[in-house]
């Protein structure tokens, strides 16, 4: 098996003497493309300058093919090997195709190997038509699309992207993700994406490293960060609603009894009896019915398998493409209905409703030490 790309180890970075990257291990593999998540000061800007040797850290290492890069010249040629997309175009002024054969030809190739490498990056990106423009007349988004031709036509060994679509409104976003996708999984290109947005990392990562106060709170697939937060910090990123705390009970079978706000419901999630707990329960996991008293036994549900609570409901709000209803079975729980609400439930609030979801979508979180098995 290959090295790793990129290895970093025990890396530690401080501005006046207060610490902001304290990232224990991250290992970046040919063909990966890794979204690293965090808020706004959580430190992964910070990383990307480290991972792309802009900044040099306070202590820690940085490998290259399993190398570390302790000469400036050795980094310098790195340097050339990887190439960077920030949320500002940095363009110089002159045309398009000026700025997308500039890296090329300071490298001193040929001039017909810098018109066929950048023919290629404008044909990536379906801005050939952009190429006698000067840059001053671009729009935001075909800005953007030229610094990443640029990028790409030294055919770079990783890319760095810098919260690109930051500046961009939300239909120009929309477009520039959609090629930016194709473009990245055409090329098999190697990837670090800095972002904010959790839509875009699950879009566009196929790792996700999720960051909070300087440390890599969680690094797993797409799938598994919205689905399975490690933390309550990470399922407040990928907007996971309504963290309940809970005790488990004891084993039922292959699923886990959690009590939870007064009701008894059941999780696939392993855990230790009498732990304390965060129930995690997405909205787009939550169906919402007529009330059923009579179906079953008290949280659960005969029909499924899985757990049945009866509540009140206590807000309907519309959020575009979903309408958000919260019902009080004893703790609040939100569901995400598509479209508007169906006709044949009463979701006035106050109304009384049933509400289903099955064990394998109940996550629970540690909420103290050793509560969940290793």
Partial sequence: MDRPLIRVSNLVHAYEGRRVLDV??????????????GRNGSGKSTLLRMMSLLEKP?????????????????RFAQRRRMAMVFQE???????????????????????DEIAEKRRRALSLLAIEHLASRRVETLSGGEAQRVSLARALAGEPEILFLDEPMANLDNPTRMSFRRDLGRVLAQLEATVVYVTHEVGEALYLGNRIAVMSGGKIVQDAAPAEVWNRPATSDVASIVGAEGLVPG?????AGEFTRVRCGGQNILSLSAALPGAGVLVCIRPEHVVIGDPSPDEGAPG????????????????????????GVTVDCGFPITAHLVGQPGQSVDLRPGANVSVRF???????IRSGNGDLPA
Avoid: C, W
Wanted: hydrophobic share 40%.
């Fill in 24 to 37: 224990e291990g991250l290992s970046i593999n040919r063909g990966d493309i890794v979204a690293l998540l």
């Fill in 58 to 74: 306070s202590s820690g290492d940085i490998l290259f093919h399993g190398k570390l890069l302790e000469l400036e010249r050795d």
């Fill in 89 to 111: 175009p940095l363009l110089f002024s002159g045309t398009v195709t000026y700025n997308v054969s500039y890296g090329l030809a300071i490298r001193g190739l040929p001039r």
């Fill in 247 to 251: 005790v488990v009970l004891e084993p």
């Fill in 300 to 323: 659960h549900d005969r029909m499924g398998a899985g757990n049945l609570l009866q509540g009140v409901v206590r807000g309907v709000e519309p959020l575009g493409a979903v309408t």
């Fill in 358 to 364: 099955h064990p394998d979508r109940v996550h629970l």
